[in-house]
């Protein structure tokens, strides 16, 4: 209609009406535009905020599992130190949890979602090492808890000499395999860190040109070695 109105201006030459008419052709193309980025910008920002919420409620569900695990094997060391402080033979302690021994592959599904577009060059490169790390100490505890079920849990029905020596020392492959779940414990305090920086970041929607662990936030060595971690031999 507007074409048809405008052209009968042009043959009338009623240039006014042909100025009006042309202005308001442009300015509908422009609302139309604006509306149509408008709206874009909307699902960009609704679809980041989605992807945030699910990469939050991953590093969050990961440092309540991390954190119940170093918990766990603190208060398992700890009780076992004291009985052999006490002169007493336990068993190597050792731990096991329900489940698979290695975390979910969330990450494969993030990969899917476009994140190049979304977040700034550091955080996405520290949430890919990020779950690449988690991945890789999920292996050492499958190497860790494989020698449990071959080695130490066959032994439990056989007495204490199995794993003692004459002068009632721990064997020290079972201190070594002890030694790796106090590695283990550390390495899951030093995730739990990294997942909460991560977590602030994402959170504070800003944008970062420094990964967590170049940013000054301390993942390496930012926990001493537990006091629970040397079982002292006896004299």
């Not at 409620?57 to 700890?78: P, W």
């Not at 402080?85 to 979910?104: I, Q």
């Not at 040109?209 to 060595?221: A, I, P």
Request: hydrophobic residues 40%; proline residues 5%.
């Amino acid at each position: 209609m507007i074409l048809r109105r405008l052209t009968a201006h042009i043959q009338e030459q009623n240039w006014t009406a042909v100025v009006i008419d042309f202005l308001i052709v442009v300015l509908g193309v422009y609302v139309g535009l604006q509306v149509n980025l408008w709206n874009e910008a909307r699902v960009e920002a609704t679809q980041r905020q989605q992807i945030i919420d699910a990469l939050v409620t991953s590093l969050n569900d990961s440092i309540g599992v991390q954190e119940r695990f170093v918990a766990e094997i603190e208060t398992g060391m700890s009780d076992w130190n004291a009985a052999y402080a006490r002169g007493e033979m336990p068993p190597p302690f050792f731990y096991r949890f329900d489940g698979s021994d290695t975390p979910p592959d969330v990450w494969s599904t993030f990969q899917q979602m476009q994140l190049t577009e979304l977040f700034d060059p550091a955080t996405l490169f520290d949430l890919m090492f990020f779950y690449s790390e988690l991945n890789g100490i999920g292996q050492k505890y499958v190497r860790y808890v494989t020698f449990v079920e071959d080695e130490l849990l066959p032994g439990l029905g056989r007495g204490l000499d199995v794993f003692y020596d004459a002068d009632g020392r721990l064997q020290p492959r079972y201190r070594a395999n002890m030694d790796r779940l106090v590695d283990y414990q550390l390495e899951n305090q030093r995730m739990t860190a990294w997942a909460k920086c991560l977590v602030y970041r994402l959170e504070s929607k800003r944008t970062f040109k420094e990964t967590c662990r170049r940013s000054g936030f301390r993942l390496d060595g930012m926990v001493d070695r537990p006091a629970n971690a040397e079982p002292k031999p006896r004299s």
